[in-house]
Structures are given as structure tokens and as C-alpha cells.
């Protein structure tokens, strides 16, 4: 817009009127322009508890063994049977799976194992067992405290021409959160 | 002409923002994603129809006026140190209703712009559902991560 000092007054009521209108459109405009989008937040939240660990504390112990002669260590011989210590959140509920071999072997040769519906127990500390389960299959237990203890028993069962040796086997305990 | 030059500062400054004849576009957020305790190893998700845990927008703006929604979303929570908690979201999480009713609310992508039109109240309702995936050596605390949805006007 030119400033013009000798501009008639129907000349200065002209540029008036277009400066009110440029005014207005701005007014129009910029508004619209800032009201087009929008944005709002909110959190995302979670509280994650403590993993699960477990730990074979002992090995289950057949001691010697003679060829042809079956030898059960009992779940309830706390000196003898295999034991792991599992600690993870509060009471919550874990899933327990072995996984359990055929034999032990040394060397070459291999030592027959069989276990029973009672081979394995649970308890909520190492000298207390609450009750037997099924080492063959997943059983589902509540943490007291944030541990519990678990135990595996078994028979082996060498044949008659057995030869000697030390003998040995992994059994493997998994322990999982059920979410429960 | 410096009468009416004050006069529209004034105005600009004083003014709600407006927009598609006269109702201003606004979003807020109502409630957040929320995952409660997770177990470490275990995965958790919160359904987009869980209408206690997920995650609710309200939209205002024009009478039956189309919107495009758009989510920032975030790979992961964050907590104690500089662990993380993978985050994910499928492609049904998200939910548009027009009437505040979550059971009935239309299933969109959250990773993709979504247009919705909003009703003759010109007020409807944004869902956001998830699913976070601790590995089994995530440490045990608190995680949060932000969620940001925009809204816009398409103009049609």
C-alpha cells in the first residue's frame, strides 16, 4: 500500500475499506489454520514383577548299586532326592515341567531310570514337603513368599550284567509364570 | 487504519480457535493404557474392548465433520535404568465410536492414519489396546511410555 500525501479523501476512504479487508481476511484465516488439528496424550503403564530363577541345589543320589537290583530313592529322603530352589514374585503361580531322562550312563553303557506318578514334591522351604506330584507331567504351584522348593526321586533299575561305573544324568526343571 | 490494526491483534489473541464454521477440534485424553502387573517372560495384552485398561480419547469438534486420526505410538515402556518393555500393537487395536460405546466400537490400524466422522454432537470416542512382551530377564519395576493421538480435520 503506497502512502500517498496528496491522496483525495475518496482516495483514503479506498484504502480504508482494502486495509479493513486484508484485516478481516487475516482474521478469517489465521484461526482457521491453528483450529485444523488437535492433539492429547496419555501414559501407557505396567509393572513388571520380579523373574523367575530356579537352582539344583542337590543332585538325587542313588548311592551304590548293585547289577540286577532295582534301587528307588524316596521323594521323602530329604538327604537323598534331587532338589531345586525356585524364587520369583510374591504367591504367584508357576508352572513346573522336568524334563527327565531314560538312563544315566557312563561311558557307553547305560543305566536304566523309571519314575513314578510320586517322584516329584513341592514345599515352601528345604526341610518341608506339602504334598508328591507327577514328575511326568506340568504341575502348577503358588510361590509362599517368593520361593518354593522342589524335589525328584526315581528308581534305576541295572540289569544283571550291569558292568560298574559311575553313572550319571541331567534332570532339568523349567519353571515358568502361568500368568495366574 | 492503526484503529483497526489494534482492534485485529486484540482479537487474534482473545479468540478460541475455530474452524469449519464456528466449533473448535479438540482431543483429550480420558484414560490411559493400562497393563497393571506383568510377569516377566509372560506377554500381556489389554483388548481394545477392555474398557477398565485401555486406552480412551475424547474427540470435539464439528457436527458430522470428517477427522483423520493418527497415533504416535511407542515400541516400548520404559523403567527402572534403561531397561525397556516391548510394546506392540496389532492391527485391530485400535476403535472408533460415535457414541461412547466401546463393545460397538469400529476396529481400525493404530499404525495408520484413520478418518472417522464424528456424530451430530460432534463428540466420539478413540480406543487404543496393546500388548507388551517382557523377556524373562526384564527387571522387575514400574514402566510408562506416552501415547499421543492427532486429530484433524480432512475437509470433506
Known amino acids: 500500500m503506497r502512502w500517498d500525501a496528496n491522496l483525495s479523501p475518496r482516495g483514503m476512504a479506498?484504502?480504508?475499506?482494502?486495509?479493513?479487508?486484508?484485516?478481516?481476511?487475516l482474521l478469517v484465516a489465521v484461526p482457521a489454520a491453528l483450529a485444523a488439528q488437535n492433539s492429547g496424550t496419555v501414559q501407557a503403564t505396567a509393572t513388571v514383577l520380579t523373574p523367575i530363577s530356579e537352582n539344583g541345589e542337590q543332585d538325587l543320589q542313588f548311592g551304590n548299586v548293585f547289577p540286577g537290583l532295582d534301587k528307588s530313592v524316596l521323594v521323602s529322603d530329604l538327604a537323598s532326592a534331587g532338589r531345586f530352589q525356585v524364587t520369583g514374585e510374591?504367591?504367584?503361580?508357576?508352572?513346573?515341567?522336568?524334563?527327565?531322562?531314560?538312563?544315566?550312563?557312563?561311558?557307553?553303557?547305560?543305566?536304566?531310570?523309571?519314575?513314578?506318578?510320586?517322584?516329584?514334591?513341592?514345599?515352601?522351604?528345604?526341610?518341608?514337603?506339602?504334598?508328591?506330584?507327577?514328575?511326568?507331567?506340568?504341575?502348577?504351584?503358588?510361590?509362599?513368599?517368593?520361593?518354593?522348593?522342589?524335589?525328584?526321586?526315581?528308581?534305576v533299575q541295572p540289569a544283571i550284567g550291569q558292568l560298574a561305573g559311575n553313572y550319571s544324568a541331567d534332570v532339568t526343571l523349567t519353571v515358568t509364570y502361568t500368568g495366574s | 487504519m492503526g484503529r483497526w490494526?489494534?482492534?485485529?491483534?486484540?482479537?487474534?489473541?482473545?479468540?478460541?480457535?475455530?474452524?469449519?464454521g464456528?466449533?473448535?477440534?479438540?482431543?483429550r485424553g480420558i484414560q490411559g493404557l493400562t497393563f497393571g502387573t506383568v510377569l516377566a517372560?509372560?506377554?500381556?495384552?489389554?483388548?481394545?474392548?477392555?474398557?477398565?485398561?485401555?486406552?480412551?480419547?475424547?474427540?470435539r469438534g464439528e457436527r458430522q465433520a470428517e477427522v483423520l486420526v493418527t497415533?504416535?505410538?511407542?515400541?516400548?515402556?520404559?523403567?527402572?535404568?534403561?531397561?525397556?518393555?516391548?510394546l506392540s500393537f496389532g492391527p485391530a487395536d485400535g476403535g472408533y465410536s460415535p457414541d461412547d460405546n466401546i463393545a460397538r466400537a469400529s476396529p481400525f490400524d493404530p499404525h495408520v492414519p484413520n478418518p472417522v466422522v464424528l456424530p451430530t454432537n460432534g463428540r466420539g470416542t478413540v480406543y487404543l489396546g496393546g500388548t507388551v512382551s517382557p523377556p524373562p530377564s526384564t527387571p522387575a519395576g514400574a514402566y510408562t511410555a506416552t501415547l499421543t493421538l492427532t486429530v484433524a480435520y480432512t475437509g470433506n
Open chain 1, 90 to 155: 510374591g504367591v504367584s503361580q508357576v508352572a513346573l515341567s522336568f524334563t527327565l531322562p531314560a538312563s544315566l550312563t557312563s561311558g557307553g553303557n547305560a543305566l536304566p531310570i523309571v519314575f513314578g506318578a510320586s517322584d516329584a514334591a513341592y514345599g515352601p522351604d528345604a526341610g518341608t514337603q506339602s504334598a508328591t506330584f507327577d514328575p511326568s507331567a506340568v504341575s502348577n504351584q503358588n510361590l509362599v513368599g517368593g520361593a518354593l522348593y522342589v524335589w525328584i526321586a526315581g528308581t
Open chain 1, 14 to 25: 479506498q484504502m480504508h475499506t482494502r486495509g479493513k479487508a486484508l484485516i478481516l481476511g
Open chain 2, 71 to 86: 497415533f504416535l505410538l511407542p515400541v516400548a515402556l520404559t523403567g527402572p535404568g534403561t531397561a525397556a518393555l516391548p
Open chain 2, 22 to 27: 464456528g466449533r473448535p477440534l479438540q482431543v
Open chain 2, 41 to 59: 517372560g509372560v506377554p500381556w495384552v489389554v483388548p481394545r474392548t477392555d474398557v477398565a485398561n485401555t486406552a480412551q480419547f475424547e474427540i
Open chain 2, 5 to 20: 490494526l489494534a482492534v485485529a491483534f486484540m482479537l487474534l489473541l482473545a479468540a478460541p480457535a475455530w474452524a469449519q
